[in-house]
């Protein structure tokens, strides 16, 4: 994620007849904090690859810093949102312990501290990006945590990774001048071997201090129920640790089996359902990069649970075999079966 911490000149200065500077925005119809988050859900979902977005607020004068966030689409990797953080942050306009707190409450992650790589309040979604979600997240940071009055006060740059900067024009607001934006900067990311030791002993925190199994496939499984959960670390930008299990197999795809895994992903808000072409999985990644052990354990219990309320479930309508069960033959589509949803186990 490229870095935002340049100065910024205020292009809405102008002068009333005494002489005296007023924070007069540009004449043009600026949207309103609802019309502002259509079209910040607009653009975050055309993003291209590889592609960046900054929304920052308008300076005061030199030597202040901006709030902003700042948006990365990764493709595979994922998409990335970061917000600046007491990192950037000095006197008034640094964040209270109760501004941070409510960072966390609303979504955000905390920064990893001492960390040159993740400096801010980030959060990471893998493909399939809500972008409706990250949208009001981010409209909800800038007024309710930066206390930012109006869409007229933010400033946006648009780029690719080593390209020249772009007009995103649907957001509505003003591009910052190309004179005091700021210039992409890869910072450096931590690599798959560097980082495979904090995945490690983020698993041992979660399951114990005992020595990590690997299978063949270089996965570590963990027993949930009936269930077995898969961690796998993965490279790219950033790395993410998948936390992925296999519910059920031997089974044909048909419609009813996809309004079925349909109706599970409606109703759940962590992880995914999905068919592979060979059997239902769930899944779900969290960024490798200052994992803990809170964070590999809530995520391996959510897909655990996932995966051990519907393996018997969906072996039920469709036979077929799950991890530890005995294999079922398909059932008739004309029994009493009828296709079920899913229900979060109780907390």
Not at 26 to 38: D, G, I, V
Request: glycine share 10%; proline share 10%; with cysteine.
């Amino acid at each position: 994620m490229p870095s935002r911490n340049t100065a910024q000149a205020d292009p809405t200065a102008t002068q009333e007849a005494g002489g005296n500077a007023t924070k007069d925005v540009a004449p043009h119809a600026y949207p309103s904090w609802e019309q502002f988050e259509k079209n910040l859900e607009h653009v975050l979902g055309r993003l291209p690859v590889e592609h960046f977005l900054i929304v920052s607020t308008r300076l005061a004068g030199e030597g202040d810093e901006p709030y902003f966030i700042q948006f990365a689409q990764g493709g595979l990797s994922g998409f990335l949102a970061e917000a600046v953080s007491n990192r950037f942050l000095k006197g008034a306009k640094a964040l209270s312990p109760a501004q941070e707190q409510q960072m966390a409450v609303i979504g955000w992650m905390w920064p990893t501290p001492g960390s040159e790589t993740e400096p801010n309040f980030s959060r990471q979604w893998p493909i399939g990006t809500p972008f409706h979600e990250v949208a009001r997240l981010a409209v909800r940071t800038l007024q309710e945590i930066y206390g930012v009055a109006q869409p007229a006060d933010l400033l946006y740059q648009a780029f690719s990774k080593g390209g020249p900067h772009y007009a995103q024009a649907a957001l509505g607001i003003d591009p910052e001048p190309p004179s005091q934006a700021a210039t992409p900067a890869e910072p450096g990311m931590a690599t798959v071997e560097q980082l495979k030791p904090l995945v490690e002993a983020a698993i041992k925190g979660f399951c114990g201090d005992g020595e990590i199994q690997y299978d063949k496939d270089g996965d570590v499984p963990i027993r949930t129920g009936s269930a077995m959960v898969f961690l796998r670390l993965h490279d790219g930008k950033p790395p993410m640790v998948g936390i992925f299990a296999p519910v059920l197999w031997g089974i044909e795809e048909s419609p009813e089996l996809l309004t079925v895994i349909n109706s599970v992903n409606s109703q759940i808000k962590f992880g995914r359902a999905f068919w592979t072409g060979k059997e239902v999985m769930v899944a779900t990644e969290v960024p490798a990069i200052g994992v803990t052990a809170g964070a590999i354990g809530f995520a391996a219990f959510q897909v655990g649970s996932l995966a051990d309320n519907l393996d018997d479930e969906l072996q039920k309508q469709f036979g077929g075999k799950t991890m530890f069960g005995t294999p079922v033959a398909p059932v008739d589509p004309s029994s009493e079966h009828r296709p079920i949803g899913f229900a979060p186990p109780p907390k």
